[in-house]
Protein backbone atom coordinates (compact mmCIF):
# COMPACT_ATOMS: atom_id res chain seq x y z
CA UNK A 1 0.00 0.00 0.00
CA UNK A 2 3.09 2.46 0.54
CA UNK A 3 3.88 2.19 -2.83
CA UNK A 4 0.63 3.95 -3.69
CA UNK A 5 2.31 7.60 -2.58
CA UNK A 6 5.39 7.05 -3.41
CA UNK A 7 6.88 9.44 -6.08
CA UNK A 8 9.19 10.13 -8.92
CA UNK A 9 10.13 13.65 -8.16
CA UNK A 10 7.97 15.01 -11.20
CA UNK A 11 4.40 13.62 -10.97
CA UNK A 12 1.24 14.91 -9.20
CA UNK A 13 1.77 13.17 -5.89
CA UNK A 14 5.04 15.03 -6.06
CA UNK A 15 3.17 18.59 -6.59
CA UNK A 16 0.84 18.43 -3.89
CA UNK A 17 3.23 17.38 -1.06
CA UNK A 18 6.64 19.21 0.12
CA UNK A 19 10.27 18.05 0.86
CA UNK A 20 9.04 15.91 4.14
CA UNK A 21 6.14 14.71 2.43
CA UNK A 22 3.79 16.57 3.90
CA UNK A 23 0.34 17.10 2.25
CA UNK A 24 1.04 20.79 0.74
CA UNK A 25 -1.90 22.42 -1.25
CA UNK A 26 -0.99 24.60 -4.11
CA UNK A 27 -2.37 28.14 -3.10
CA UNK A 28 -5.34 29.60 -5.33
CA UNK A 29 -3.93 32.52 -7.86
CA UNK A 30 -4.99 35.97 -6.34
CA UNK A 31 -4.41 39.04 -7.62
CA UNK A 32 -5.38 42.77 -7.51
CA UNK A 33 -7.60 44.28 -10.17
CA UNK A 34 -7.01 47.78 -10.85
CA UNK A 35 -10.33 49.23 -11.75
CA UNK A 36 -11.15 53.24 -11.34
CA UNK A 37 -9.27 56.32 -9.84
CA UNK A 38 -11.78 58.44 -7.46
CA UNK A 39 -11.64 60.13 -4.53
CA UNK A 40 -12.44 59.90 -0.74
CA UNK A 41 -16.32 61.76 -0.92
CA UNK A 42 -17.51 63.39 3.02
CA UNK A 43 -14.25 64.22 4.55
CA UNK A 44 -15.48 67.50 5.16
CA UNK A 45 -17.99 65.85 7.59
CA UNK A 46 -15.64 63.23 9.32
CA UNK A 47 -14.52 65.18 12.73
CA UNK A 48 -10.75 65.40 12.49
CA UNK A 49 -9.84 64.41 8.99
CA UNK A 50 -7.28 67.16 9.18
CA UNK A 51 -5.22 65.57 12.20
CA UNK A 52 -5.84 62.13 10.78
CA UNK A 53 -4.79 62.65 6.82
CA UNK A 54 -1.41 63.93 8.27
CA UNK A 55 -1.09 60.01 9.61
CA UNK A 56 -2.25 58.73 6.09
CA UNK A 57 0.64 57.93 3.32
CA UNK A 58 0.60 57.01 -0.46
CA UNK A 59 -0.25 53.63 -1.38
CA UNK A 60 -2.18 52.90 2.30
CA UNK A 61 -4.64 50.03 1.98
CA UNK A 62 -8.22 51.64 2.62
CA UNK A 63 -10.19 48.56 3.50
CA UNK A 64 -14.75 49.13 2.05
CA UNK A 65 -17.62 48.44 3.87
CA UNK A 66 -21.21 47.95 2.86
CA UNK A 67 -23.22 50.53 4.08
CA UNK A 68 -26.62 49.48 2.71
CA UNK A 69 -29.21 50.81 5.36
CA UNK A 70 -27.42 54.76 4.74
CA UNK A 71 -30.52 56.57 4.63
CA UNK A 72 -29.12 59.02 1.89
CA UNK A 73 -27.76 55.98 -0.69
CA UNK A 74 -28.80 52.53 -0.37
CA UNK A 75 -25.40 52.14 -2.41
CA UNK A 76 -23.19 53.66 -0.12
CA UNK A 77 -19.55 52.00 0.79
CA UNK A 78 -17.67 53.17 3.74
CA UNK A 79 -13.91 53.78 3.74
CA UNK A 80 -12.07 52.86 6.23
CA UNK A 81 -8.22 52.88 7.31
CA UNK A 82 -6.59 49.39 7.87
CA UNK A 83 -6.82 50.61 11.69
CA UNK A 84 -10.69 50.80 11.01
CA UNK A 85 -10.95 54.65 11.31
CA UNK A 86 -13.65 56.00 8.97
CA UNK A 87 -12.46 58.66 6.15
CA UNK A 88 -15.36 58.94 4.05
CA UNK A 89 -17.05 57.31 1.18
CA UNK A 90 -16.70 55.95 -2.18
CA UNK A 91 -18.66 59.01 -4.17
CA UNK A 92 -22.30 57.94 -5.13
CA UNK A 93 -21.88 59.12 -8.55
CA UNK A 94 -19.35 56.32 -8.49
CA UNK A 95 -20.48 53.75 -6.28
CA UNK A 96 -23.90 51.94 -7.92
CA UNK A 97 -21.77 49.06 -9.95
CA UNK A 98 -19.01 48.90 -7.18
CA UNK A 99 -21.80 48.00 -4.36
CA UNK A 100 -23.55 45.44 -6.63
CA UNK A 101 -19.82 43.79 -7.33
CA UNK A 102 -19.58 43.89 -3.17
CA UNK A 103 -23.20 42.63 -2.65
CA UNK A 104 -22.52 39.62 -4.51
CA UNK A 105 -19.37 39.05 -2.59
CA UNK A 106 -16.34 40.56 -4.47
CA UNK A 107 -13.58 41.99 -2.29
CA UNK A 108 -12.92 46.09 -3.31
CA UNK A 109 -10.25 48.18 -1.71
CA UNK A 110 -8.74 51.36 -2.27
CA UNK A 111 -4.87 52.68 -2.43
CA UNK A 112 -4.02 56.33 -1.27
CA UNK A 113 -3.21 57.99 -4.23
CA UNK A 114 -2.50 61.60 -3.21
CA UNK A 115 -3.76 63.85 0.01
CA UNK A 116 -4.65 67.55 -0.85
CA UNK A 117 -5.43 70.29 1.26
CA UNK A 118 -8.08 72.17 -1.16
CA UNK A 119 -9.46 75.00 0.95
CA UNK A 120 -11.31 73.38 3.62
CA UNK A 121 -11.44 70.65 2.46
CA UNK A 122 -8.82 67.44 2.58
CA UNK A 123 -9.25 66.03 -0.82
CA UNK A 124 -8.03 62.14 -0.55
CA UNK A 125 -7.82 60.71 -4.01
CA UNK A 126 -7.69 56.68 -4.22
CA UNK A 127 -6.93 53.84 -6.91
CA UNK A 128 -9.88 51.67 -6.31
CA UNK A 129 -9.46 47.56 -6.78
CA UNK A 130 -10.96 44.76 -6.83
CA UNK A 131 -9.11 41.44 -5.35
CA UNK A 132 -9.63 38.37 -6.62
Known amino acids: MSD?????????????????GKLSMPKPFERDIFLFDTYVAGTSHIEGIDELA????????LSFFREPDNKYDKDAIVIKTSNGVKIGYVPQQDNAVFARLMDAGKLLFAKIGKIENIDSWVKISIKLYLHE
Open 54 to 61: KHLNEDEH
Open 4 to 20: IIKSEGNDLVSLLHDSS
